[in-house]
């Protein structure tokens, strides 16, 4: 209580249990859940991509391979805003960002997700526990979809991505 205005003082809700409360509705809006634990070691972007795509997590080196691979060759790719891949690297050179990109416990980012749509020929959606409300479903299409296979990641913004599954 506090004796000034006489009113009950509640403790905020710190914004990281916000992040998650906001990312569980959303998956709850979707019916779905996590696939299994995702290990927090800095590849959960590329063990979210191997469970989904594989049912395991034991292909994660190979597809981060596979995508720094692509990315290097398709690295003047333009992008339908007009910009090319490249531009994207963001205070570092294209190179740089690669060879960083290709070592162990790198986070993944958008550019490997948009690599990823393509070489899985897959599209790729990502619910965000983002506080937007407009922009917390990201989907992302592949040139040319081969796949019916829909890689479905969740992403608890700036911390972690997770793989999941409809709920059944």
């Known amino acids: 209580m506090d004796i000034?205005?006489?009113?009950?003082n509640t403790p905020q809700t710190p914004p990281e249990d916000r992040a998650i409360e906001r990312l569980n509705e959303r998956l709850e809006l979707y019916s779905l859940?996590?696939?299994?634990?995702?290990?927090?070691d800095g590849n959960c972007q590329m063990h979210a991509l191997s469970d989904q795509i594989y049912g395991d997590l034991n292909h994660s080196m190979e597809i981060?391979?596979?995508?720094v691979t692509?990315?290097?060759k398709n690295k003047n790719?333009?992008?339908s805003n007009g910009a090319k891949l490249y531009q994207f690297?963001?205070?570092?050179?294209?190179?740089k960002y690669c060879i960083q990109m290709a070592r162990k416990g790198t986070w993944g980012d958008h550019l490997t997700l948009l690599a990823a749509a393509e070489i899985f020929k897959s599209k790729i959606t990502v619910i965000s526990s983002v506080e937007s409300n407009s922009s917390f479903f990201i989907e992302i299409t592949p040139r040319s979809v081969e796949?019916?296979?829909v890689i479905i990641l969740s992403h608890?913004?700036?911390q972690h991505y997770g793989s999941l599954r409809q709920i059944l």
């Open 89 to 95: 690297a963001n205070a570092t050179s294209w190179y």
């Open 33 to 40: 859940e996590n696939s299994r634990a995702i290990p927090g």
């Open 77 to 79: 790719l333009t992008l």
């Open 64 to 67: 981060r391979i596979a995508i």
């Open 147 to 149: 796949n019916s296979r």
């Open 156 to 158: 608890h913004a700036e």
């Open 4 to 8: 000034d205005s006489g009113t009950v």
């Open 70 to 72: 692509w990315l290097i």
